[in-house]
T-cell receptor
């Protein structure tokens, strides 16, 4: 079975500080994609960052970076210099290279404290 | 418009009624997904369309749920004889043929069944 687990239902961070959101997944596939999505109160899911499993280098997008540990099946998101606008639900997602389905975790609600 | 649009934004209906939810994908995107997001949960895959291929309906929870995609563009998700447990946000996403790993989401339809 392919599952995605986010073990932190809620997290908080002080503005300008760094926070790391955890995600683990279970798969027998060797080639796949991993994603972090942000969902603010507007409900619009926004792609934050993506990682291709065959690439060993961790993806980065400005203040967002990931720590991808393929052997451990771990894919954490680090947000640096947190801003008030980062407050949202964050979802980790997995998609095998073969097949159509995306598998999502249950989300982590991030609060940014001014 | 440039993004995925969904209508209505909110829908309140009575138990036992049928509802139709609409999704307009990004122009030129061949893949279209429907997801259900229940309160406090991640996204649950419902159905996937890719071009003219037969849709992947493996996520539809019951035969009360159906979806169609006309002309390879607009999609309608129909829920017949709605039940209270159908209350959720229904999200649509689309992706291009050359980048099927990256989805773009609409703002969702919040369905409330009384």
């Amino acid at each position: 079975a392919q599952t995605v687990t986010q073990s932190q239902p809620e997290m908080s961070v002080q503005e300008a500080e760094t926070v790391t959101l955890s995600c683990t997944y279970d798969t027998s596939e060797s080639d796949y994609y991993l994603f972090w999505y942000k969902q603010p109160p507007s409900r619009q899911m926004i792609l934050v960052i993506r990682q291709e499993a065959y690439k060993q280098q961790n993806a980065t997008e400005n203040r967002f970076s990931v720590n991808f540990q393929k052997a451990a099946k771990s894919f954490s998101l680090k947000i640096s210099d947190s801003q008030l606008g980062d407050a949202a639900m964050y979802f980790c997602a997995y998609r095998p290279n073969t097949g159509n389905q995306f598998y999502f975790g249950t989300g982590t609600s991030l609060t940014v404290i001014p | 418009g440039a993004g995925v649009s969904q209508s209505p934004s909110n829908k309140v209906t009575e138990k036992g009624k049928d509802v139709e939810l609409r999704c307009d994908p990004i122009s030129g995107h061949t893949a279209l997904y429907w997801y259900r997001q229940s309160l406090g949960q991640g996204l649950e895959f419902l159905i996937y369309f890719q071009g003219n291929s037969a849709p992947d309906k493996s996520g539809l929870p019951s035969d009360r749920f159906s979806a169609e995609r006309t002309g390879g563009s607009v999609s309608t998700l129909t829920i017949q004889r709605t039940q209270q447990e159908d209350s959720a946000v229904y999200l649509c996403a689309s992706s291009s043929y050359r980048a099927t790993d990256t989805q773009y989401f609409g703002p969702g339809t919040r369905l409330t069944v009384l």
